[in-house]
């Protein structure tokens, strides 16, 4: 049957989701504990790559296999497998045609930053920390000019194999920043994601934020199709993968 899994996970020591040669990944060790459970090492398709260091809060994948079990029992079954900061939320089975990256309408993922000199030592692992004072309103409007289908390439890291094809036009549904207390918070909603898209969008805003870019010069940034015209590549520790969605059946 093909199995779908939704799982909650600290990236802090993954080199992401995709199996990897230069480390180990949350892919290869959720395989570990499948191979002990079902007894087999299914071919896992997993709804994005996500970068070393990211996290997810609902991360979706599929896999093929024969489970004696009920599917109810399989999370916690797993879960005595893995380790602590990997957590399968629960198992369905899906339609034959199903593919968790490919089946996918769009995903939202979220950077956040804590605008203080102070960092908090209970969640210092979870975003990236800004002293000086942001103007999350310029990065707002910075970010609602990023809405719509267009080019993403000035959003994409060098060397990217997807950019050396041209596929570089993505639709950014939402894109807002917020803030909350000291915590400031970019969200995108797209339809897909180039490497490292999301990181350097937010290094993008958040040079508006501290003055060094005007909000609205982001429509122009994207004509460039020039990655060396936007912003830093923001740390991994920072972006949560929240939520993928799929069509209605």
Known sequence: MNICLHLAFDGTNYCGFQVQPNGVSVCQTLQDALEQVV?????????????????????????????????????????????PDIRVKSAEEAAEDFHARYSAHQKTYR???????????????????????????????????LEGTYDFLAFCAAGSSVAAHGDTVRT???????????????????????????????????????????????????ESRDRGKAGPTLPGKGLFLERVEYPQP
């Open 39 to 83: 007894g087999s090492r299914p071919d896992v398709k997993g709804c994005s790559r996500t970068d070393s260091g990211v996290h997810a809060l609902d991360y979706v994948l599929n896999f093929h296999a024969q489970i004696k079990m009920p599917l109810y029992r399989l999370p916690l079954a797993l879960n005595a497998h893995l380790p």
């Open 172 to 222: 950014i549904t939402r894109c807002r920043v917020e803030q909350q207390g000291e915590m400031v918070f970019i969200s995108a909603t797209a339809d897909g994601y180039l490497y490292n898209m999301v990181r350097i969008l937010a290094g993008t805003l958040l040079e508006v934020g501290q003055g060094k870019r005007d909000p609205d010069s982001l429509p122009a940034l994207l």
């Open 111 to 145: 950077y956040r930053i804590r605008n203080s000199a102070i960092d908090d030592p209970f969640t210092r692992a979870y975003y990236h920390k800004v002293p000086g004072k942001l103007d999350v309103a310029a990065m707002d409007r910075a970010a609602r000019t």
